[in-house]
Structure formats: C-alpha cells, structure tokens
C-alpha cells in the first residue's frame, strides 16, 4: 500500500496548501484562443448531401476580413498564402458570394466564419425560393422559384440546401467577434503581399461529418455492422407530433379489430407547424415563420375549450375539435406525411394511446394553419372552391369585419393550385379532393428558416403584466397593447378562427363579447423567444418540476435522442390549455393520464383531465423496408453524426519560417553525427595523454 | 500541422546528444545503466527543488528562487552520484566490459553528465515539442514565433554544458581543484538565473551568453579530459 | 529456436513444413521461411539435405512474391474503384471511412 | 504465457460475455500441460536431461579430490589481482549489466508501442466499458468514494486471483492437463486474433483509412498464424520476441482501456504487494505450485516468457514474484511461476534420471567432480557469479573473449552444480534458491543445443504491468510524467537485478519498479508538473 499512502501523502500536501494548486500553464494555452460559435452540419436526404463539413483533422485558414465585396477579390485571385478563412457579414452572405467561394476551391478557402453584424442586413433567408418543392404539390402554379411573385420565399437564397467543400461557423458572440478581429488587424491586415513570409493569424475550424454522399448510403451503412464495433454515420430526422382534442376522447376498453371499432366521430383537424430550421446547430428561432401560427393555434385552442357548450348540448354530439402540431415540417413535411401513412393505416392515435383510430372518413375538414407574416392581409387557400371553403370564408369574415370587435381584418381567399408550402400540401398530395383550407398569409418575412428570424424579426416586447393568461377577456380589455403589436395580432386572428369554427361547430353564431387573451399570446411568445423559464410552461408543468432553461427552447426537429424541447413544452402547454379541471380529484389520484396535476397559473396545482398526446413524426420511408430512395414519395432527410463543434484562433508559421526551422534542425544533426564520429573514432589523439581512449569505435579512421 | 517546426527543433536540441549516445554510449551496457542512473538522479534533485517550489507558496511566482535550489540541488546531487561511481568504481573496474570505462575515469564522469544533460533537457522540452505538433506556432497572445527555435538552442546548450559541467566536476573532486568546483557550480548558476531574461524575449543576449559560456566549458572540460592544443593541432591535421 | 545450430534434417523437416504450411493462405509464413532458411540454403557449405532447402526457400520466394504482387495489385483497384462500386464496397469493407463517399 | 494473457483479456474485456470465474479458472490452469506438447526448442529434454545431469552429480560425486587442478585454471581465467571469488563476482556483475540491457530494450519497447497507441489512438484511453471484476466504475466525483471504489474493485480483483490460484493448484494436482493446455492454445489464439482484430479497427478507424475484408482477414490470419506458429511451436527468434512483445502492449492496453482510472493505480499497487507476499512468505500459492512441480518432472511453457539469448538466472527468480500476478491479472504473469517451476523441478530431478542423462552427456562433469568437491562454502559466491560466466562462455561462443579458456568455464559450471546440490540439501524447499543455481547450471551443457534455451526469460507479466503503468501516465496528457514513470520503472528493473546479485535471494521484480514508477508518477504528475511548466513557458532552463 506504500504508493496509496505516497499518494495520499502528495494529496495531503497539496490540500495543505489549501486550493492553492500551483498551475502551470501549458505552452499551447499560450498559442491557441478557442472561439465560441455554432458550427454549420450536414444533412442528406435520399440523394444528395448538404450543408457543411471540416477535414478529418480540422481545417485552417487564414483570416481574412471581408468589410466589402471588394475584399473577396483578393481571396479570389491567387491570394499569397493560402488556405484562407473569409470573415463574412451577414450582407455579403449572399449565393452568389458564396458560390464564388466554392469555385475558389478548398485549397484557397478553406473555413468560412459569418460573423454576427447585421448592421448592413436587408435580407437573410436560405431556404429555397419554394421550400419543401420536391414534396409539394407537383403542380407548377403552386409555386414558381423563377417568379417571385409566386414563389412562397422570394428571398431565398437555397443555400440551406448546397454542400460546401469547406465549414461555415457562425461566430453570434460580439466578444468573440472582436477576438477575431484584433488578431486580423494585428497579424493580417497590412502588406498583404508579403503573407506568404510571415506568420498570419489563422482559425481551425473542427466539424468532421461522418455521413457522405446521400440518406441511402449512409443509413445502409450505419444499418450495415462491418466490425466488432458498428459506427453510426447518420441518424433519419426524428421528433415528435403534438395534438389534442377539445372534447376528451373515449378510452377504447376492448382491443377489438380495426375495422369494427371504426367510429362516427367528425374531426376538425386544426393543425400548424411546430418546428423551424437554420443552418446552424442550436442557433435560430423561426420566430416569424412557424412560431406566430403556433401562438394562434395554442390561442384558438385555448378559446375554443373555454367557449364551447359541452360535447353533449352539441347538434352533433359526435363532433371534435383535433389540434395537430407537426413537427419535422421544415425538412419536406415528415410529421405531416407520418400522419398521413398513420391515419391511413388506422394507426393514429397510437395503439398505446388507447383511443379508437382515426380515419380520412372521421376528418370533416382541415384547417391548417401556415405562415402568418402579414397579418394584414391573410388568404384563405384551398385547391377549389368548395361550398364548405366558401362558408368559412364567410364565417371568418363575418368576426374579422364585425363591428363589435373591432378586428378590422379582410381575409381573402385563393382557390387554386397555388398552395403555400404547409402540412395541408401532405394531404393534398395523397387525394386532391381532401378537404384542406389553409391560413397563409403573403409571404413577407425576409428572414424565413434563418438565424435571424428571431424577437427583432417580429418586433415582440415582453409586457410581463403578471396576470392570469388563462381567463378569456373581454374584447375592449387590451391589457394596454398596442393594436399593432404583435400580441393583439395574435389575439384578433386567433379569435377569428376560433369564432368561426364555434359557429361550424355550434351552428349558431358567436355573440359573446370574450375574446383571446393577448397576456397569454405575449407569455407564449416570452417562453419561446426568450426564456423557457417563464410562467406559462410553470404552470403547464408538474408543481415542483424543475425550471426551464433560460433560453428559448431548441424548435429544431433534430434526431432521435435530440432534444425535443419544443415539442415536450407545446405537448404541456396543449395539455394545461385544452384540458378540463376536476376540482374533486385530489392529488394523489391525480397520477394515471388521461388525468394530469399541473401547477398552474398560481403554482397552486390543479388535477386535469387531459387529452394531449405525442404521434411519431418519423418519416415513412424510414419504415419500409426497401424504399426507393429516389422516388421522393416520403421525406428522407438524415442529420449526419458528428463527434465535435470547436474552432480556435492561433498564429499560422510561415513555410518560409518552418523549412528554415528543419533545414536547421537536419544540418545540426547531420553535423553533430560526424562530428561525434570523427572526435570519438580519433579521441585517442585528441585526448592524448590518457592511457587508453574512450573510443567506442574500432581504430581510427583517416579523415 | 507544424511537423516541420517540430522535427526541426526535436533535431536542433536532441541531434548532437543523440549522436553522442549513438556513438560512445550504446554498445557499452554499463555506460547505459550509468546514463540511466544519471538521469534517475537527476530526477530526484528535481523532485526536491519542485516540492520546495511547491510547498513554499509565496514564493512560487518568483521563479529565481526555485531556479536557485534546483541548481543547488543539482550540483548536490551531481556530488552523490560522484562519490557513488567512484565507491563502486572498484565493482565497475571489473565489470567494465571495454577497459575503457574504468582506465579513463573521464568516461564515466562524461557518461553521467551527458545522462543529467538528456533528462534535464527532454523535462525542458518535451512538452514544448509536444504541443508545438499541432497547426499554430507561439505569438498569438505572447512571445515571438522564435519561441521554439530558441527553447531547442537552449536546451541544446544547457544538455552539453550539463555534460561538461559533470567532466569538470568529477575531476575537480577528484583533484580538489575547489576553484573547477566553484566555477561549475557558478556557470550554472548564472546561466540558469540568465534564461530567466528569456522571459522578456532576450534571446540574443541569453542564447549568445549561454553559448560563449558553453564553448568556455567545453574548452575547460577538454583540457580537463586531457587535451591540449597540441594534441587538437594533430588532431586537425590529422597525423 | 537457434535455427543454425538444429541438425541438418531438422532444418529441412522445418523448412519443408513452413513451405508447405504457407499454402493455407500465408503468404507471411513463405516470407519468413525465405528469411530463415537463406542462410542455409545459400550461405552454408553444402551438406547433403540442403538442395532441397534451396528448392524449397526458391519456391517460397516465388510464392511471397506472386502473394505480394496479387495483393498490393487487389488493394490499388479497391481504394480505386471503392466509390463506383457503390453498395458492393460497402459490403466489402472492414472499415467504411467517415465523411467521404 | 500470452496464452494466459489472452485468456485473461478475453474473459476480462469479454468482462460482459463470460468473465465468469470459470474461464479465468480454466486459464489459470494452463500451465503445466507444455510438457505435452512436443517442443524441442524450449523445454525441453536436453535441457531436463543436462540439469538432472548435473543435479546427478553430487550423488555420484566423491568428496574430496585435488584441489590444485581448479586452482591454475581459476588463476588464468581470474588474470591477474582479484581472488577468484571476487573475480566470478565481478563477473556475474558484468554480464548482468547485459542481462539489464537485453532486459530493457525489449521493455522499453513495450512502453513504447503502448505509450505510442495510447496517445495515437483515443479508443483506448477512454474507458466507457468495464470488467465484470469490477464492479464498482468510479462515476461519482469526489475522491473518496472513487478512492473506496478502487480500493474495492482491487480486493476483488484480489481475491478472484486468489480462488483461482487455489483453484488452479487443485486442479494441477488433479494433473488435469488436458483442460489447462487447451485453454493455454485459446487463450492465445483469441489474443492473437480477436484483440489484433480490434486493435487494428480502432487503429483504421483514428486514422479514417477505408480498408476492405479480403485484405484486413488475410493479414489477420496471417499475422495470427504466425503468432501462433512462432509461440507456440517453432519460429525464428527475433520473430517470437516480437510476437510476445506486442502480446505483452495488447494486454497492457486492454488494462488501461477497461479499468477504472484509479482501479488501475490500486491494481498496480496491490500486484505488487501481492508479489512481495506470495514470493517471501514460506506458503505463498507459488511456492505450493513450484513444489507440487518439482515432485513431478514438469516442463514450462516457453510460451509465456519472453526469452533474449541470455540466461535466465534473473528471470527465474523474478519470475517467481510475477507468478502471482498471473493471478492477478489471472493470465499473464502464470508463465513466470512455470519458469520457476522449471526451473525448481530441475534442480531437483530424480538422481536415477540425473545419472543417465549424465552418462549421455560429455564426460566434463565427471572430469570436474574432483575440484569442486574440494571446493566450499567459499564458493557459494563463486556459485552465483558463475551463471554469467558460464553464459559469457556460451553467449559468444568463444570463451577467450573474456580471458577465460573453456576449461575454466566448465571447471565453474561443475562447481555451480556441486554448490547447488549442497545448497539444495541445506533448503530444497526455496524454489527461487535452486533455480537460481540450476540457471547457473544450466548453459554449459545445453551449450551445445539451441542457445535461446539460456537466454533470458522474462514473464510477460513485467511487460504488461510496466507498461499499464507508463501507458496510464502518458494517458494524461503529460510527457514528463511519462518520461519520469519510464526513467524510474528502468531503475527500478535494474535494482531489482542488483539486488538479486548481492542478496542471492529471490526478489519479485515488480514491487521496486512500481513502487518507484507510482511515486514518479503521482509525485511528478501533482509537482514537478506545475513547477516545470512554469519554468519552460517562460523559458528558463535548469
């Protein structure tokens, strides 16, 4: 046991001296700066890779401001010392830039870093001019890229959708920027020709994707275990649907066949879309292109749920309200074409959930929320005018145009082909005569699927009026709003919808003066844009449960295991909203779903009955067996693996400096060899008057 | 990758004590168990002055004061090693397997001096070298990109002077030459206390110094071992 | 084992079974019989079993060789063609590398 | 022996799968069953049939004799000035700094190759999965309850050594050889194949480099074919050194992969405690084996043993520490108590054998009797220093290369062999005592067979720890560590043979070197480290 008590004994003498541990730094702290950013990854689908990728080892380059466009010619021409690492604003982020950039090749740019400067910024969206083309309705009036007039993105760059031979890091932090900056001044910025003779501050950018090539390849490899250790190239897009019912459903007792338990319940489906994405790991809000329509379901939903007689006092007792939220949406629609494949297969809900399926035949209609940009002028969009679009329409007018609330609102309609890229597309696609209206507003939103869709984008302000959220209020009651912001928006457009699909459901029209509360829209927004510490998800949550993070939760649909914040948060938000208090029963009975204890709004705790659930949103073509890859029937986007994001800044010898530094190093050895040689074979001569040598070497040599 | 850089200075600083084992250590299995010792006490010494270093916190960040106790403790502990080698010399004469090692007493003080050298030198170096593999140089925050270049030179000139440093010092013990004993122990003092100027990028002044110095002891060493100015004029004319 | 101090049949008992052992696909053990043997088979004066030691180590040379060509000829036109075989390829590997086709 | 380490690898890292007692048992029974195998290289007969030989002497030897024919010969071969005493002294002393060095290269190798696969390839510096022996995994934070974990995870690691050596004692008795030598051939096997395969995946697989199955399977056949051939039947020399050398880093790198960080410290440290007991204590497990194999004429396994073309005094005896570790690390080191047993058992063979063996062998010894009989405890030194005499004789060929004419050489062997048979008499129960002496015997006859059968044997064991040892240090990131753990296991190594040559008393080798290797280690990694970093980031050199 010595060396334990030697060791004992060395830990004991450093806790002597308290924390005090004495610290060396290594010489490499001295050389290198790591930068904090969110690095740019790799995503397949079934036949081509995008996005970005650093070498195995990590990529080098030497930075390089770009202030103007101007700057990137020199990047362009031959620049002196190759690799170089381009610093781009977000203005000068454009297509045709960056194209540049890839024709210059890896060997001349090798790193790119988007620096956080909007200053100069009038647009930034990298989504196709028509996203989700190849799982859209394949039908040239849906939407046009080459006519911006009809395409659903006019600002699009499709950059969200190359490969890039070289990383892209986007450096958000002003610190870090700075960083970067001084070390370019410093090193960098003078006498650009004489590079190639000194050290230049470089970056090393380290995001090595493990997938290649396309979704195929990489899932057959991944499924394929070559050795004792399979690897994991890519893993297929994964979250999770979120939906509820207004009435509770009845729990299906008997596990009897499908076909006989097919019931006559009528479904609205209000659905939207509950993800976004951006080019960047972590980073990106979809504020504007999918949160606004989320808030406005979460608000009808709310609406409906407190405005409602109950099921019974209904004209048709067997009719429901179904709120979809689909996730994956952004990556060609996987929650909603899961739905599809699922109701078609009778195997929505889940058989876990224990509710009898849901079929085509129990869908009266769809109402999907899409993008709502521009509230101002929202459209009502179904493939052909059928008498049932018409009567929303009407209804929806009606409340938006009436007096007495004061919404001032002219919604118009578009019965044509020119859908917007929403989840109604899925069901479209499967039968053109499906029952779909779809919500969408004319596409406005400079920033759509981008980093900077984000608080600014919609102009939100957190009022924090610490008040009940729940309650209905009445129409004249703004709780000192503006009109133009962006909680009254959602708070007249959600009351519409809700009043109009009242009047479908009740047959009668809405008379109440109630309308959508603008604190829950204006928590809503708080807990989604900026803290997932906020009121609303306390109180959707179990009493005691612990806190959210202090930051917007991740609405990126991501993978498997990924973490599925948005959807977990909307799943309890949905579940407080749409769910009925049992004041009776007491906590502790309060445990088996559907039952569920929520804090609530006072964190006082309340036992509801709920009717919130999770369906798989994982796309089909990850389920059958020997998919064709290439038919573009389902969504087959995969999100390479990747072991880690990290970049450093340091300073980069020149090859002038290293080639001296050898050359030096060989010729010192070279020389000392036969210099030992020479003394040691002759020492005797030199060390004469000793008796014997200290040669190690048989006689002399002549020189 | 730097590879360059770092193979350039793994040469710079290791060349010339590798040839030397190459040469007049490696096929004598003694001289390398006495290499090996060398070092191991060197190691010792080492581990004492760190452990003062480490125990006395006040003074961790005045590194003259380690410096100082680490060359006192090496000088000491180049005594022990020196009064071993000679007690066992009686052991070694006839465990020698080439005479040598035993007629020419200076080999064995050369042996273990070139030992101190090497082991003192890889502790300076070798995680300088280590981190030097990697894509960047010095500079970024601080120090000059010379850094390296000049660690290796330094480190070259301190294993050498370790080597004649040890010739000397074994024969003045052996002589009770005080005067060779002070001046080892002198020169290395000063040369260890001048590498502190490195710190403020002195490298002309240091490296230079360092190097006269280095050359003076060789020469001293040299007559020391028995050479003289005669004998090197035969030797480089070779007669 | 001291290959030059066994008896002369011994050598050749070895050399022989190291030969014909090298048809079960090893390449490696030809190689090392030629390395052992040589000496032997050449270097040696003459003695009576080492004709055919020498038959034996020309055969293995020939065998390492012939291997040797076949194999490093095999591996140039996988690494090659790796990428256009596609699936094949992948199913042929011991070890896929990351992050390329 | 690598079988015996693959064994153990296999049912460690298989920890999952079957690391079930019983295959460790089944390993540790493997040792003796060599003699089954027909092995004319190690083992052998005329090794067996020489040591009888000269144990035989005594017996017909007639006390007494002229003491003048030794005299002259000493005389020349001391040379001038030392008594012969001190002069074979020297001698021994001499040769064992050869001995050391032929030890170290292949040592140094060893690290090398581990310290180099540590640092190139992460697969085995990070452990995510664990033995089942043991149980605890260290995930809490604080010192004291990893402290506690590893102090608990190494009494298992302990005591599972401890029921398998019994275990395997019993089963030695039972002479159940057929279990043991076929687990011997697996073991080996799946060390060669499975653990190469893995290792060259994960080497790939750090360097990204596409690789397809024809080529990977046929060098993986080869590579073990080979490996086996050369191990465990015949094969060039050189070859077999490698082969144990890169089985030996294998071993290390599955111990530092699959245990817990400071389970690995406890380990080393509790082996070597365990050295310490099992060789000093009159009833250590080994002792009971080398007995039960003295009584029976067994053979070793060259396997097990890295052998230089050195004699194996040394070996022998610090074997016999290490065939406790095999119990530890259940496979590795168990060649080392073979060696022993060997060793041990010849010393003591049957008179009867010894005789006829005699009568085969050259008349030398007969000649010899005479001188040594007169001979006496003045001797016994001469006895120890004797074996690198001999071995110089032997080593290169020409004994007049020292000055030493050959009669003089063998004049020492017949006393080495007189010295031991009294020596054995006075204590044959110290199996290190007489295999020591035999080792001195036993080159000169083997002389003229295969060389290697002198050379210097040294268990896998000390391969396999040291490196763990160093291969954990240099896991830190920290290069003088290492260097420092690196400097300090040589040394360690090199007392361990110093002492041996003063004290003629068995040693375990590993307790020195790990003791030194851990102080380095921790003392270099918690001091020297701040205070050299330090220094080298501004530059200042000492």
């Given amino acids: 046991m010595e060396k334990r008590v030697q060791a004992a004994a060395i830990w004991l003498l450093m806790l002597l001296h308290g924390a005090a541990v004495a610290q060396g730094e290594r010489t490499r702290d001295k050389m290198y700066q790591s930068i904090v950013g969110a690095g740019c990854f790799r995503r397949l689908n079934g036949t081509h890779q995008t996005g970005c990728s650093s070498t195995h080892a990590g990529s080098v380059g030497v930075l390089h401001l770009i202030k103007v466009e101007a700057d990137l010619e020199f990047l362009l021409a031959s620049p002196p010392s190759p690799p170089y690492a381009p610093m781009i604003p977000p203005h000068l982020f454009t297509r045709q830039n960056l194209l540049r950039l890839i024709e210059a090749g890896p060997k001349n740019i090798s790193v790119v870093l988007l620096i956080n400067k909007p200053d100069s910024m009038k647009q930034f969206s990298h989504e196709l001019n028509c996203p989700n083309q190849y799982s859209s309705l394949n039908n040239s009036e849906t939407c046009d890229a080459s006519n911006p007039a009809t395409s659903w993105n006019p600002w699009g760059t499709g950059l969200l959708h190359e490969d890039f031979p070289f990383p892209i890091y986007y450096i958000a932090d002003t610190e870090e920027i700075t960083k970067l900056e001084k070390c370019f001044e410093k090193f960098n910025n003078f006498e650009y020709e004489t590079h190639a003779l000194r050290s230049l501050c470089a970056v090393e950018v380290k995001s090595f994707m493990s997938a290649a090539v396309s979704s195929e390849v990489c899932i057959r490899r991944t499924r394929f275990i070559n050795n004792l250790s399979g690897s994991k190239y890519c893993d297929p897009l994964e979250g999770r649907n979120v939906y509820a019912t207004v009435y509770p459903r009845n729990i299906k007792t008997d596990d009897s066949e499908v076909n006989d338990i097919i019931t006559r319940e009528r479904f609205i489906l209000v659905s939207c879309r509950l993800d976004t994405a951006s080019m960047f790991d972590g980073v990106g809000l979809g504020a504007m292109d999918s949160l606004v329509g989320l808030a406005i379901l979460t608000q009808v939903a709310n609406l409906l749920r407190q405005l409602l007689p109950p099921q019974s006092s209904l004209p048709d007792t067997k009719r429901n309200v179904l709120f979809v939220t689909f996730n994956g949406e952004s990556y060609d629609y996987i929650g909603s074409q899961r739905f599809v494949y699922d109701v078609e297969r009778f195997a929505f809900p889940k058989a876990s959930a224990r509710r009898a399926p849901i079929t085509f035949d129990n869908i009266e209609f769809m109402l999907d929320i899409g993008t709502l940009d521009d509230i101002a002028n929202i459209k009502l969009h179904a493939l052909s005018g059928t008498p049932l679009a018409q009567k929303l329409l009407q209804q929806l007018n009606s409340y938006a145009q009436s007096p007495r609330y004061g919404f001032n609102l002219n919604i118009q309609s578009e019965m044509s082909y020119h859908i917007p890229p929403t989840s109604a597309q899925s069901f479209l696609r499967r039968d053109p005569r499906f029952p779909a209206l779809i919500l969408n507003a004319k596409p406005a939103n400079k920033y759509y699927h981008s980093i900077y869709d984000d608080v600014e984008n919609v102009a939100f302000t957190y009022a924090n009026t610490s008040q009940d959220f729940t309650m209905l209020l009445d129409v004249s009651n703004t709780k000192g709003f503006r009109a133009d912001s962006l909680q009254m928006k959602v708070r007249n457009v959600s009351s519409i919808v809700a009043m109009a699909l009242f009047e479908t459901l009740t047959g009668k029209e809405y008379t109440g003066s109630k309308v959508a509360n603008p604190v829950l829209s204006d928590e809503f927004f708080y807990c989604f844009l900026l803290s997932a510490d906020c009121p609303l998800f306390k109180a959707a949550s179990y009493p005691g449960s612990p806190k959210g993070l202090p930051m917007p939760p991740m609405r990126y649909v991501s993978v498997l295991g990924g973490p599925q914040e948005s959807s977990g948060w909307t799943y309890r938000v949905l579940g407080y909203l749409l769910s009925q208090q049992q004041p009776k029963i007491p906590k502790d009975n309060c445990t088996v779903l559907p039952l569920h204890y929520f804090a609530g709004f006072n964190g006082a705790g309340e036992c509801r009955l709920t009717t919130q659930n999770y369906s798989s949103a994982l796309s089909p073509a990850f389920l059958i067996d020997d998919y064709d890859w290439r038919s573009g029937n389902y969504s087959t986007w995969t999100e390479s693996t990747w072991s880690l994001f990290s970049a450093r800044i340091f300073l980069r010898p020149s090859s002038v400096h290293q080639i001296t530094t050898l050359s030096v190093g060989i010729v010192v050895l070279i020389l000392s060899f036969c210099l030992v040689y020479i003394i040691s074979s002759r020492s005797e001569v030199l060390f004469e008057d000793l008796p014997a040598s200290n040669a190690a070497l048989p006689p002399p040599t002549a020189c | ?239 | 084992m001291d290959f030059s101090k066994a008896p002369n049949s011994r050598k050749l008992q070895l050399c022989r079974t190291y030969f014909y052992a090298g048809f079960a696909l090893l390449p490696f053990v030809w190689a090392i019989n030629v390395c052992w043997c040589f000496e032997e088979a050449f270097r040696k004066p003459p003695f009576p079993e080492q004709s055919q030691i020498k038959r034996f180590v020309i055969y293995s040379a020939v065998g390492t060789l012939l291997w040797l060509v076949a194999i490093i000829a095999w591996i140039i036109t996988f690494q090659t063609n790796r990428t256009s075989w596609g699936a094949t390829a992948d199913y042929m590997s011991f070890m896929i590398p990351l992050g390329s086709a | 022996m690598d079988g015996h380490v693959n064994a153990s690898s296999s049912s460690r890292s298989g920890a999952g799968a079957d690391g079930s007692g019983l295959s460790g048992a089944a390993e540790r029974l493997e040792r003796p069953p060599r003699r089954k195998q027909p092995r004319s290289s190690y083992g052998s007969n005329n090794q067996d049939q020489t040591d009888a030989a000269v144990l035989a002497v005594p017996n017909v030897a007639v006390r007494g004799g002229p003491s003048g024919s030794s005299r002259p010969a000493r005389l020349s071969g001391g040379g001038a000035g030392p008594t012969p005493n001190e002069n074979e002294e020297d001698q021994g002393l001499k040769y064992g700094a050869q001995h050391v060095i032929k030890l170290f290269v292949p040592v140094s190798l060893c690290m090398l190759l581990v310290v180099a696969t540590i640092n190139s390839i992460s697969f085995y510096s990070s452990t995510d999965v664990y033995l089942l022996y043991t149980p605890f995994h260290e995930l809490s934070p604080e010192p004291s309850v990893k402290f506690w974990n590893a102090l608990a995870n190494s009494l298992i690691l302990m005591s599972v050594v401890v029921v398998m050596t019994i275990l395997l004692i019993v089963l030695y008795k039972k002479r159940c050889y057929r279990i043991i030598h076929g687990w011997l051939i697996l073991s080996s096997f799946m060390l060669l194949f499975i653990f190469t395969y893995l290792y060259l995946e994960e080497l790939l697989r750090a360097y990204n480099i596409p690789m397809d199955y024809p080529t990977a399977l046929l060098f993986m056949w080869n590579f073990g074919v080979v490996g086996m051939m050369s191990i465990h039947w015949q094969g060039p020399l050189r070859l077999q050194q490698g082969y144990l050398i890169f089985v030996a880093a294998l071993m290390a790198l599955v111990f530092i992969k699959y245990l817990p960080e400071w389970t690995a410290w406890a380990v080393l440290a509790a082996i070597s405690i365990w050295d310490l007991i099992a060789v000093l204590t009159p009833r250590g497990p080994l002792r009971i084996l080398v007995e039960t194999a003295q009584e029976r004429n067994e053979q070793i396994f060259p396997a097990l043993i890295y052998s230089s073309t050195v004699i194996y005094t040394y070996m022998g005896t610090h074997y016999t520490p290490q065939q406790t570790e095999p119990a530890v690390t259940s496979s590795p080191s168990s060649s080392n108590s073979t060696t022993t047993t060997r060793a041990t058992q010849n010393s003591l063979a049957s008179p009867e054998a010894a005789v006829a063996s005699s009568s085969s062998r050259t008349g030398n010894t007969n000649r010899t009797n005479p001188h040594h009989n007169q001979r006496d405890d003045s001797n016994v030194m001469a006895a120890e220093g004797m074996p690198l005499v001999t071995f110089k004789s032997n080593l290169r060929g020409n004994a007049e290369a020292a000055g030493f004419t050959q009669e003089w050489s063998d004049n020492l062997n017949d006393r080495v062999a007189r010295r031991q048979i009294e020596v054995q008499s006075t204590q044959s129960g110290n199996a290190q005592r007489s295999n020591e002496y035999r080792t001195v015997t036993a080159p000169d006859q083997a002389q003229a067979d295969a060389q290697e059968e002198r050379g210097i044997k040294l268990g896998l064991g000390d391969f396999i720890f040291y490196s763990v040892l160093v291969g954990k240090a240099s896991s830190y990131g920290d290069w003088t560590t290492t260097i420092a753990c690196f400097v300090a296991i040589l040394i360690g190594l090199c007392l361990t043979l110093l002492l041996l040559a003063v004290w003629r008393k068995a040693l375990p080798a590993l307790p020195i070197s790990i003791t030194f290797g851990l102080i380095f280690c921790f003392a270099t990694s918690a001091v020297v480290k701040p205070f050299m970093e330090n220094l080298s980031a501004k530059q200042v050199f000492i």
Wanted: hydrophobic residues 55%; proline residues 3%.
């Fill in chain 2, 1 to 239: 990758m730097t590879l360059p850089e770092f193979f350039g200075c793994t040469f710079i600083a290791f060349g010339p004590p590798f040839a030397l084992f190459v040469f007049t250590i490696a096929n004598d299995p003694v001289r390398i168990i006495i290499l090996i010792a060398a070092a191991f006490f060197w190691l010792l010494s080492l581990l004492l002055s760190s452990l003062l270093w480490f125990a006395i916190i006040p003074l961790r960040d005045v590194l003259a004061f380690g410096v100082f106790f680490s060359v006192v403790f090496q000088e000491c502990f180049r005594y022990i090693i020196y009064r071993i080698l000679r007690s066992t010399e009686q052991g070694l004469q006839a465990v020698a397997e080439d005479t040598r090692v035993t007629d020419n007493k200076h080999i064995l003080s050369y042996v273990s001096g070139l030992g101190f050298g090497i082991i003192s030198g890889m502790f300076a170096l070798v995680n300088v070298l280590a981190d030097m593999s990697g894509p960047g140089t010095m500079g970024l925050k601080s120090g000059t990109e010379l850094f390296f270049v000049t660690s290796a030179a330094q480190a070259l000139s301190i294993i050498l002077l370790h080597t004649f440093w040890s010739v000397i010092f074994f024969n003045a013990c052996d002589t009770n030459n005080y005067l060779h004993i002070a001046y080892v122990i002198g020169s290395h003092l000063f040369v260890s206390l001048l590498t502190l100027l490195n710190a403020s990028e002195l490298y002309t002044a240091t490296l230079l110094t360092n190097y006269i110095i280095t050359i003076l002891t060789g020469l001293l060493a040299f007559r020391v071992a028995g050479g003289t100015s005669r004998s090197f004029k035969k030797f480089v004319t070779c007669q």
